[in-house]
């Protein structure tokens, strides 16, 4: 990693505040060159807090852009951070806000009138859904790990009904929701808005918190954090230029698929690596990590400047450590120098949209491992998705029906749904998962290449009105071990994505079809492919009524299909080395206490239970420069007995400090929620306590049963809040 020091522009950065028309002012932290010219504006607009939950993201990106010419702005929603208001609905409310942003910001004399905007996870949705009202300033978008179909990315519907998706299932989300009580009840920064005002505004947001376990059936827009702010499934209304990017161990990576598919592509482009859910310029396993600041400057070059006025060049920003020798002879040298190599009198040669439409790292095999620091692989382009150079090849399954009923604890080994680069985040050999499942193997004729969404087709008959599918592929190394490869899930009573779902008669036999996600990865010679068939995936998916049973699948009629990619790999495709401006200098407290194990599966053999427990991987205390002490601590814990899905309950807890002894400030936010079920009902609880020093100024608890109808699981209702640790 690269720390940048010198750059084509000296900048300077200030806190201000963003009107909105109905008098509610936004909170901000601008970043600007110091130049005489108007310069196009970035910006990142969040419900997460940029005076101190992004602060050390924040000031690795905004002042590399500044640098370069930019105007980079942070801003924090409406009821969030130091912004005035109480939290709003993520489906209009912010949005709207979000396009009077974008005009206040181009409005301004510093401003060439020409907006980008970008973001990570939640940012890089809302981002899209903020395009898809096509404000005029707002030229371009980089959306990064970010969802743009709630149907089938596993944190909307299809939780429980869905066709397409593995993860996402209730547990997961009942943690995110959780957590999303805890972060959108922290209160404003006194330093920022006042030592008399933040109490009283703080007072006024509690007062119309509500758990997101509970607003989807009724108002299911109000999660901030959530899968409601999902972007549209159609991008016919996007008129900005989008450059979409995920990981292969990301859960959304489909959407860079199904964006690259439906945008015109003289305006959009895709690129998909290794990485989990993370900016790809992170220091964060899996990498490689690339120069992604440079290569989004390239984007923001070709859309954001007029041809031939560029003042920090798309080409150059491959090889922009150089410009550290060069920035000696002031800003006028690297105007200079950008004109030069840009693209000039409207070419795109050079160009980032004279790159491939979609840009993919193929992972080689690698050894199962719950944490990588790199993974072996390369580079292709394809100019059209779907790809000419990808064919369906099918692998027919054989043998006699078999009966498929899986143990409760059938999952245990699945991973963490989003990953953010902890040390137990990938799931580990696969070889205990396959030996509870139904499995089939495959030789491959040499080595091959498999790029894009697997499917499979099953016959099958149900012993249950409800239940669920759920499928694998692994490549089995030649001395056993088993690395998943890719997965997907089936609701067994909804998979015709009906709403409501469609009864199904025990006995019944039908063929059914499931997608998997999409994926790069090489399989070698030697290696066999193996695919896993299980009735269970606890705690990823929650359990149905009567899955017990399982069901029968008949080899014949059913087979894995696999899209098979020419193994021809694009040694133009490069990236520069990864950089940052000089980082904040935020410092991890010492601690006398044990570290808690990441992830710990426990099995109580008198109870024959299973518990599995997650602590998120940005847990401890964080002190930033200003003398501000902030301190998250959380434990997530599942369990399920092998008596019974009804006897799978997820509880969470989730604590908050944040203090500071000059002016002394000491706030504290503590919530536990709990989902357990039965067969009708998930019954549900949550508690939130907030604090000022020892006085309880918040204490509220919240209890529901929610009907648990075939067509709707508890994924439904309580949305999907992005993860904090994915935004810092």
């Given at each position: 990693?690269?720390?940048?020091?010198?750059?084509?522009y000296?900048?300077?950065?200030?806190?201000?505040?963003?009107?909105?028309?109905?008098?509610?002012?936004?909170?901000?932290?601008?970043?600007?060159?110091?130049?005489?010219?108007?310069?196009?504006?970035?910006?990142?607009?969040?419900?997460?807090?940029?005076?101190?939950?992004?602060?050390?993201?924040?000031?690795?990106?905004?002042?590399?852009?500044?640098?370069?010419?930019?105007?980079?702005?942070?801003?924090?929603?409406?009821?969030?951070?130091?912004?005035?208001g109480?939290?709003?609905?993520?489906?209009?409310?912010?949005?709207a806000?979000?396009?009077?942003?974008?005009?206040?910001?181009?409005?301004?004399?510093?401003?060439?009138?020409?907006?980008?905007?970008?973001?990570?996870?939640?940012?890089?949705?809302?981002?899209?859904?903020i395009?898809?009202?096509?404000?005029?300033?707002?030229?371009?978008?980089?959306?990064?790990?970010?969802?743009?179909?709630?149907?089938?990315?596993?944190?909307?519907?299809?939780?429980?009904?869905?066709?397409?998706?593995?993860?996402?299932?209730?547990?997961?989300?009942?943690?995110?929701?959780?957590?999303?009580?805890?972060h959108?009840?922290?209160?404003?920064?006194?330093?920022?808005?006042?030592?008399?005002?933040?109490?009283?505004?703080?007072?006024?947001?509690?007062?119309?918190?509500?758990?997101?376990?509970?607003?989807?059936?009724?108002?299911?827009?109000?999660?901030?954090y959530?899968s409601?702010?999902?972007?549209?499934?159609?991008?016919?209304?996007?008129?900005?230029?989008?450059?979409?990017?995920?990981?292969?161990?990301?859960?959304?990576?489909?959407?860079?698929?199904?964006?690259?598919?439906?945008?015109?592509?003289?305006?959009?482009?895709?690129?998909?690596?290794?990485?989990?859910?993370?900016?790809?310029?992170?220091?964060?396993?899996?990498?490689p990590?690339?120069?992604f600041?440079?290569?989004?400057?390239?984007?923001w070059?070709?859309?954001?400047?007029?041809?031939?006025?560029?003042?920090?060049?798309?080409?150059?920003?491959?090889?922009?450590?150089?410009?550290?020798?060069?920035?000696?002879?002031?800003?006028?040298?690297?105007?200079?120098?950008?004109?030069?190599?840009?693209?000039?009198?409207?070419?795109?040669?050079?160009?980032?949209?004279?790159?491939?439409?979609?840009?993919?790292?193929?992972?080689?095999?690698?050894?199962?491992?719950?944490?990588?620091?790199?993974?072996?692989?390369?580079?292709?382009?394809?100019?059209?998705w779907?790809?000419?150079?990808?064919t369906?090849?099918?692998?027919?399954?054989?043998?006699?029906p078999?009966?498929?009923?899986?143990?409760?604890?059938?999952?245990?080994?699945?991973?963490r749904?989003?990953?953010?680069?902890?040390?137990?985040?990938?799931?580990?050999?696969?070889?205990?998962?396959?030996?509870r499942?139904?499995?089939?193997?495959?030789?491959?004729?040499?080595?091959?290449?498999?790029?894009?969404?697997?499917?499979?087709?099953?016959?099958?008959?149900?012993?249950?009105?409800?239940?669920?599918?759920?499928?694998?592929?692994?490549?089995?190394?030649?001395?056993?071990?088993?690395?998943?490869?890719?997965?997907?899930?089936?609701?067994?009573?909804?998979?015709?994505?009906?709403?409501?779902?469609?009864?199904r008669?025990?006995g019944?036999?039908?063929?059914?079809?499931?997608?998997?996600?999409?994926?790069?990865?090489?399989?070698?010679?030697?290696?066999?492919?193996?695919?896993?068939?299980?009735?269970?995936?606890?705690?990823?998916?929650?359990?149905?009524?009567?899955?017990?049973?399982?069901?029968?699948?008949?080899?014949?009629?059913?087979?894995?299909?696999?899209?098979?990619?020419?193994?021809?790999?694009?040694?133009?495709?490069?990236?520069?080395?990864?950089?940052?401006?000089?980082?904040?200098?935020?410092?991890?407290?010492?601690?006398?206490?044990?570290?808690?194990?990441?992830?710990?599966?426990?099995?109580?053999?008198?109870?024959?239970?299973?518990?599995?427990?997650?602590?998120?991987?940005?847990?401890?205390?964080?002190?930033?420069?200003?003398?501000?002490?902030?301190?998250?601590?959380?434990?997530?814990?599942?369990?399920?007995?092998?008596?019974?899905p009804?006897?799978?309950?997820?509880?969470?807890?989730?604590?908050?400090?944040?203090?500071?002894?000059e002016?002394?400030?000491?706030a504290?936010?503590?919530?536990?929620?709990?989902?357990t079920?039965?067969?009708?009902?998930?019954?549900?609880?949550?508690?939130?306590?907030?604090?000022?020093?020892?006085?309880?100024?918040?204490?509220?608890?919240?209890?529901?049963?929610?009907?648990?109808?075939?067509?709707?699981?508890?994924?439904d209702?309580?949305?999907?809040?992005?993860?904090?640790?994915?935004?810092?």
């Amino acid at each position: 990693m690269h720390t940048r020091t010198a750059f084509p522009y000296e900048t300077t950065h200030e806190d201000l505040w963003i009107p909105l028309a109905d008098g509610t002012r936004l909170y901000a932290r601008m970043w600007r060159p110091l130049t005489g010219d108007p310069v196009p504006a970035l910006l990142e607009y969040l419900p997460d807090r940029l005076s101190d939950a992004t602060a050390p993201r924040d000031a690795q990106r905004h002042p590399w852009y500044a640098g370069h010419g930019y105007a980079s702005v942070r801003v924090d929603v409406r009821g969030h951070g130091n912004s005035e208001g109480v939290p709003a609905d993520a489906e209009t409310t912010e949005p709207a806000d979000g396009v009077e942003v974008i005009h206040w910001l181009a409005s301004q004399p510093w401003c060439s009138g020409r907006v980008g905007m970008f973001g990570l996870s939640r940012g890089g949705t809302t981002s899209l859904r903020i395009a898809a009202l096509a404000p005029e300033p707002l030229k371009a978008v980089v959306t990064v790990c970010s969802a743009d179909d709630r149907l089938d990315d596993g944190i909307g519907p299809s939780m429980d009904r869905g066709t397409d998706r593995a993860g996402g299932a209730a547990p997961g989300a009942h943690a995110r929701a959780a957590a999303a009580l805890a972060h959108v009840a922290r209160p404003p920064d006194p330093v920022h808005v006042g030592q008399v005002m933040w109490r009283d505004m703080w007072v006024k947001r509690l007062e119309t918190v509500d758990p997101f376990i509970r607003t989807g059936p009724s108002h299911p827009a109000q999660d901030p954090y959530g899968s409601d702010g999902c972007a549209p499934e159609s991008g016919s209304a996007i008129r900005a230029a989008v450059l979409a990017v995920g990981g292969w161990h990301d859960p959304y990576r489909d959407s860079v698929l199904r964006l690259v598919r439906s945008l015109p592509p003289d305006r959009v482009r895709g690129v998909i690596g290794p990485w989990s859910h993370e900016y790809p310029d992170q220091d964060r396993p899996p990498g490689p990590a690339i120069g992604f600041l440079q290569e989004t400057l390239r984007w923001w070059d070709h859309w954001l400047r007029p041809h031939g006025t560029r003042t920090s060049t798309g080409m150059d920003a491959r090889t922009s450590a150089d410009l550290d020798a060069r920035t000696s002879a002031g800003p006028d040298a690297g105007s200079s120098a950008g004109t030069d190599a840009g693209s000039a009198a409207g070419t795109d040669s050079g160009t980032v949209m004279s790159e491939p439409l979609l840009r993919c790292y193929v992972m080689d095999a690698h050894p199962p491992a719950t944490t990588y620091a790199s993974l072996p692989g390369r580079w292709v382009g394809d100019g059209a998705w779907p790809s000419p150079l990808v064919t369906p090849i099918a692998y027919a399954l054989r043998g006699a029906p078999v009966l498929v009923r899986s143990p409760q604890h059938t999952g245990v080994d699945a991973g963490r749904f989003r990953p953010t680069g902890g040390d137990a985040d990938l799931p580990p050999d696969q070889r205990e998962e396959d030996a509870r499942s139904a499995c089939f193997e495959f030789e491959v004729p040499g080595e091959t290449w498999i790029l894009g969404r697997p499917s499979v087709r099953l016959r099958l008959t149900f012993h249950s009105a409800r239940g669920q599918v759920i499928a694998r592929v692994c490549d089995v190394a030649p001395d056993g071990t088993s690395t998943l490869v890719t997965r997907g899930a089936l609701n067994v009573s909804a998979r015709d994505g009906g709403d409501p779902a469609v009864p199904r008669k025990p006995g019944t036999s039908e063929d059914v079809r499931l997608d998997l996600d999409a994926i790069g990865y090489a399989v070698p010679p030697g290696h066999r492919i193996r695919l896993s068939l299980s009735s269970a995936y606890w705690p990823w998916r929650w359990p149905e009524p009567g899955s017990e049973a399982g069901f029968t699948l008949d080899p014949s009629g059913s087979f894995l299909e696999l899209p098979v990619r020419a193994r021809e790999s694009d040694p133009a495709i490069t990236f520069a080395e990864p950089e940052h401006s000089v980082p904040l200098g935020v410092a991890s407290a010492a601690t006398l206490d044990e570290p808690r194990p990441e992830r710990l599966v426990v099995r109580d053999v008198a109870k024959d239970e299973w518990r599995l427990e997650v602590v998120p991987r940005h847990c401890g205390t964080r002190v930033h420069p200003d003398g501000l002490e902030h301190t998250e601590d959380a434990l997530e814990t599942y369990s399920v007995q092998e008596a019974g899905p009804l006897s799978a309950r997820a509880h969470f807890s989730w604590s908050i400090r944040l203090h500071r002894p000059e002016p002394a400030w000491d706030a504290r936010i503590e919530v536990r929620s709990e989902v357990t079920c039965d067969t009708r009902d998930f019954i549900t609880s949550s508690e939130l306590v907030c604090k000022d020093g020892d006085e309880v100024v918040f204490h509220r608890t919240w209890e529901r049963r929610i009907p648990r109808t075939a067509g709707q699981g508890l994924g439904d209702v309580i949305g999907d809040p992005a993860e904090q640790s994915a935004d810092r």
